[in-house]
């Protein structure tokens, strides 16, 4: 039988029978048609929520297909059974037969919108360009180490191997300390960072496999955010559980992607054939539950890293399914929530710094390494340029000495030299006094460098009586 003019249910489930034992592919239909194809996936989805048909497995280049129930068998039998079970679909389609798609039937968060999106995202292959950019960005971020270890004359081996903790700082790591001298940034950056070969290579193929299929499903802008939230929950969970540790690496944001492709399964489940929930959640749930033995029994993987991206990534399926699929005030729920997301992980993390005792240890350590920054700063700023004009002084003054002592007359040149030396010098002094007075308002809360400042003034004044006496010396 070809393909019915027109695209009624009755015409539709007696072209199913025909087909059987093959199923209807609605892609294979033929120019000749009179209707839109988007009127016979309107009608199919009818039939399907009013039980009449039943979707079949998904068949690449093929798309969707469809076949008779029993009791769609039974409708052809019987017209009663066919108009009672389309009267059973809760308004969605009226007694009598409706030929044409309605507008309401492709307004966003109608079921038909719902189910023919899902549909769609499976069959509209896409490049991936979201997971290649990843890609490159992650192994391009190691590659930066490599370099980094080259010039600073670390051991390529060991950068390699298991990474080297000064450059996996430079390149973006993080670690408690961090966040208390305030560099939040890390949070993100160390989603890029990876101890050793082994662990982006790793993290690398597990984001080459599952990246096209969810950025497929996602969409490249939701599937791009659930990786960098997931990656900052992930990161979150890991700093607030051990903060001691130093952390890096995109587990989380894998953890993440994994639990979002599960999520939007289970989620759309009622638009897609059993047969392909199967196929696509069996090897999820048995990936991921050898990830949780994986996490738990091995003592150098952050467990609460994958957990908490994990749960993140299944919170944004929720959060996204409900954004792209909910009619208008569960949609604006949604943004509300995906909007609030980040401000409350980050919000978190600086509550429970305020009232985890553990971070106390991070900020003793923390105004220890301020005050030796203090400390060294200070003698670049004012001990070493004190004892640049000692040295000048000291072999000036013999210099002086010489003069005047071949020479008690005083050349007027002689005795000029000498004054714009002792210009120069006060010049210098001018600067250290300067910064002086800065740095007694910088360090006013710390008596050990309050004492320091007040050395060099004192060392500062008396340099300067020893100039007037050399002006006065001259002056004779």
């Known amino acids: 039988m070809s393909a019915p003019t027109v695209f009624d249910p009755e015409s539709v489930l007696q072209w199913c029978a025909a087909r059987s034992p093959s199923p209807l592919y609605p892609s294979e239909v033929g120019p000749e048609r009179t209707e839109p194809r988007e009127t016979l996936d309107r009608v199919l989805n009818d039939l399907r929520l009013a039980g009449l048909v039943e979707m079949t497995?998904?068949?690449?280049?093929?798309?969707?297909?469809?076949?008779?129930?029993?009791?769609?068998?039974?409708?052809?039998?019987?017209?009663?059974?066919?108009?009672?079970?389309?009267?059973?679909?809760?308004g969605r389609m009226a007694t009598g037969p409706r030929h044409g798609l309605q507008?309401?039937?492709?307004?966003?968060?109608?079921?038909?919108?719902?189910?023919?999106?899902?549909?769609?995202a499976l069959l509209q292959i896409?490049?991936?360009?979201?997971?290649?950019?990843?890609?490159?960005?992650?192994?391009?971020?190691?590659?930066?180490?490599?370099?980094?270890?080259v010039q600073e004359q670390v051991p390529l081996n060991r950068y390699v191997g298991r990474g080297d903790p000064s450059i996996l700082r430079k390149i973006g790591a993080l670690n408690g300390l961090d966040l208390i001298s305030g560099n939040w940034w890390r949070l993100v950056t160390c989603c890029f960072v990876h101890i050793g070969l082994l662990h982006l290579a790793v993290n690398m193929y597990a984001l080459y496999v599952l990246g096209p299929l969810s950025e497929?499903?996602?969409?490249?802008?939701?599937?791009?955010?659930?990786?960098?939230?997931?990656?900052?929950?992930?990161?979150?969970?890991?700093?607030?559980?051990?903060?001691?540790?130093?952390?890096?690496?995109?587990?989380?944001?894998?953890?993440?992607?994994?639990?979002?492709?599960?999520?939007?399964?289970y989620l759309n489940r009622s638009a897609l054939p059993p047969g392909l929930i199967q196929n696509l959640m069996q090897p999820l749930i048995q990936v991921l539950l050898l990830n949780v033995l994986i996490s738990l029994a091995v003592p150098t993987i952050s467990a609460s890293a994958h957990f908490g991206g994990g749960a993140i990534g299944f919170l944004l399926a929720v959060l996204l399914n409900a954004q792209q699929f909910s009619r208008s005030r569960q949609r604006k729920m949604a943004w509300g929530g995906l909007l609030a997301l980040p401000l409350l992980l980050v919000g978190t993390t600086w509550q429970v710094m305020q009232i985890d005792p553990r971070w106390d240890e991070f900020r003793q350590v923390e105004r220890g390494l301020e005050r030796i920054r203090r400390l060294h700063a200070l003698g670049e700023?004012?001990?070493?340029?004190?004892?640049?004009?000692?040295?000048?002084?000291?072999?000036?003054?013999?210099?002086?000495?010489?003069?005047?002592?071949?020479?008690?007359?005083?050349?007027?040149?002689?005795?000029?030299?000498?004054?714009?030396?002792?210009?120069?010098?006060?010049?210098?002094?001018?600067?250290?006094?300067l910064k002086l007075r800065e740095w007694n308002q910088r360090v006013a809360d710390d008596e050990g460098l309050l004492s320091i400042v007040a050395a060099g003034e004192i060392y500062l004044q008396a340099t300067e009586a020893f100039l007037k006496q050399a002006d006065e010396q001259l002056a004779l």
Do not use: C
Request: charged share 20%; hydrophobic share 50%.
């Open 57 to 90: 497995d998904w068949v690449r280049e093929r798309g969707q297909g469809y076949r008779l129930t029993l009791l769609g068998r039974e409708a052809l039998d019987n017209p009663r059974i066919l108009h009672r079970a389309l009267r059973t679909m809760a």
């Open 103 to 120: 507008a309401e039937d492709l307004a966003d968060g109608t079921t038909y919108a719902h189910h023919e999106a899902v549909r769609q």
């Open 126 to 149: 896409r490049s991936p360009l979201v997971t290649r950019g990843l890609l490159i960005l992650n192994i391009g971020v190691f590659l930066v180490g490599m370099l980094l270890a």
């Open 216 to 265: 497929q499903v996602w969409g490249r802008g939701r599937f791009l955010l659930i990786y960098a939230l997931s990656g900052l929950g992930g990161a979150v969970t890991a700093i607030l559980w051990k903060p001691f540790s130093g952390l890096a690496g995109a587990s989380g944001a894998l953890w993440g992607i994994q639990l979002a492709l599960i999520g939007w399964v």
């Open 381 to 433: 700023e004012i001990v070493l340029p004190l004892e640049e004009v000692r040295m000048q002084l000291r072999k000036q003054d013999a210099q002086w000495l010489r003069w005047f002592a071949s020479d008690p007359a005083k050349d007027p040149a002689t005795v000029e030299t000498a004054r714009q030396q002792i210009a120069s010098v006060r010049q210098q002094l001018a600067a250290v006094g």
